[in-house]
């Protein structure tokens, strides 16, 4: 392992990386949020082709040059730098945030694959905003890394501007039609949305319209948590997650570690109801209804991207409701010290996010209803806590809670 400083540079030759490789961001922010992005720019510096902007809302290039896995304080892009046009002559991968500032940053680096490192810390800078960590540049027919830790005045929407992006603006209604003829306007230019959706008070709710007659697409809810608390011990960060999942540092299979479990309620338009859930194996289906699937369990804390639940919004008329819930299955006395988050990632929308954040000691956690209204998809967050008492379990008081109705008796996991 290479250990790079601030302005050295080196060709990926030297290092050994001559093919597809993780290009890692390990940022250490506390409870400031920060979102991590990266830039492909034309030789001039600028983005000129905006589908190379690989962020929370554009989690890959196109050919899948350049993806990335958002979850927590560890962002994982993997780049193939052989799919790249000869238009692309970099990449610079950057840090922001609007909280606060980057000299808030704890011991932090940009690593590549397993061959080099670049360190960096708060220390590094005064007030700004931003920081360019690092980029990937050709250079006389070859690819190379400069480590550069420069910091940035502006967040993430003055870095955009600064590679030659435009932001979308909210929308604004339209203009009264005019009664004579006009020649065509020209398309307009695409622009980069940085918004994301959190929902923050319980009862906050989004309704999400359908982009085409497709339905929705693949939806993706995840949860994740912070793995590296402790049983009994506050986490040593809070979660920060970026627009709809980020990385912990999850030790892989580390015994006593948290488990928690993401589940869902469901009713169909034709009135069937269950549950998909992994007590009882009841892990759903995606091609078939329900339309709802449960990818796994992760029950060691190896599995980086946490659990998923996905939906298939193809057929999302057939879906009247889905109520999404966790579970603390063992490792933690509280959801304060998960960290908690639940994210919900829909195709050419705004990730949604819902945090887990209340000291509750209740077992089963209510987080956010999915409804079909009028053919759109209305988000609510709930975050209301449930627990057993006497014959009654968690799993049952919430679902009365919700009037789904269902039978319940004992489960366990194989």
Known sequence: MTNFTRGQKGKLADLGLNGPFAVTLDIVSGSMEVDVSCFGVDAAGKLSDDRYMVFFNQKSAPDNAITVDLNGPRSTFQVDLSRLPASIDKLVFTAATEQGSMRALGNSSMALGQAATFAFTGNDFQDEKAVIIGELYRRDGSWRFGAVGQGFAGGLAALLKHFGGSEAAQSAPAPAPIPVPTP??????NKISLSKIRLEKRGDKISLDKRDSGGYGRIRVNLNWNQNAAQGQAPASKLDTGFLGKLFNKPAGRAGGID???GCLF??????????QALGNSWGAYDRPPYIHLEGDDRTGS????ENIFINGTHFDQIKRVLVYAFIYEGVPNWAATDGVVTIEIPGQPTVEVRLDSDSQHAMCAIAMLENHGGNLQVTKLVEYFGGQGKITAHQAMDERYNFGLNWKAGRKD
Not at 184 to 189: D, L, V, Y
Request: charged share 15%; hydrophobic share 45%; proline share 13%.
């Open 184 to 189: 065509a306007a020209p398309p307009p230019a």
């Open 260 to 262: 928690l479990d993401i």
């Open 267 to 276: 009713e169909m338009s034709s009135g069937a109801k269950s549950a998909v």
């Open 303 to 306: 599995i980086s991207s946490g």
